[in-house]
């Protein structure tokens, strides 16, 4: 799955109209309406407050919002830049300052979808991948050179707990490989279990 790497709020001025696009990850639909109504209420005195968003595993979830502008040249085309840019668990919401110039429906189409596209330029995004938990258990002796071996290695610590053992907490794509590369690092020393899952992001 790909979503933004960072929430973030960027603005587009078009014929003296304002339209402010905020960019959001979230967990779920509950959490993207939350974030809609948070805009709303901030930008109570705009002219639209139009949005979209995609949610879930696949982005099964999807919603969209004209919020008044007419049918199809604001909610539709934010969705089409998510869709386009394969992003899930992101909701957009572009706020409209009217600056007294009507854009017509085509340019209302080109603004709401490139007040999104470069808000998501801005963000930059980000890849999800669902990898094996691995805890590895070693003497204290051993700790701080093995957790600088496997950040040298490219693999993510996702916890470390010092005390007379070390625990380390690693996402891995291939526990096997690991396995043997702390017999290496430890002398056979090394315990390790596979004790879950965790979802690592790596930029695009």
């Not at 963000?123 to 204290?140: C, D, F």
Request: proline share 2%; with cysteine.
């Amino acid at each position: 799955m790909r979503t933004i790497g960072s929430d973030i709020e960027h603005e587009l001025v078009i014929n003296r109209s304002r339209f402010i696009c905020a960019l959001k990850r979230v967990g779920d639909e509950a959490e993207a309406r939350e974030f809609v109504a948070d805009r709303r209420k901030t930008h109570w005195n705009a002219t639209h407050n139009c949005t979209a968003y995609r949610v879930g595993e696949d982005a099964r979830i999807q919603r969209s919002s004209d919020d008044g502008e007419p049918s199809g040249t604001a909610g539709i085309p934010m969705l089409e830049v998510l869709r386009h840019r394969e992003l899930t668990d992101v909701v957009a919401v572009v706020t409209r300052y009217f600056g007294g110039v009507k854009l017509g429906a085509g340019g209302l189409v080109r603004a709401y979808g490139n007040a999104v596209s470069e808000a998501v330029d801005v963000a930059g995004t980000v890849r999800l991948h669902s990898l094996p938990l691995v805890t590895v258990t070693v003497e204290y002796e051993f700790g701080g050179g093995v957790e600088a071996a496997l950040r040298r290695r490219g693999h993510t610590i996702v916890d470390a707990r010092y005390g007379e053992l070390v625990e380390l907490d690693v996402a891995v794509e291939d526990p096997d490989s690991l396995h043997e590369g702390l017999a290496e690092l430890t002398a056979g020393h090394a315990l390790m279990e596979v004790t879950g899952s965790t979802v690592v992001e790596k930029p695009t």
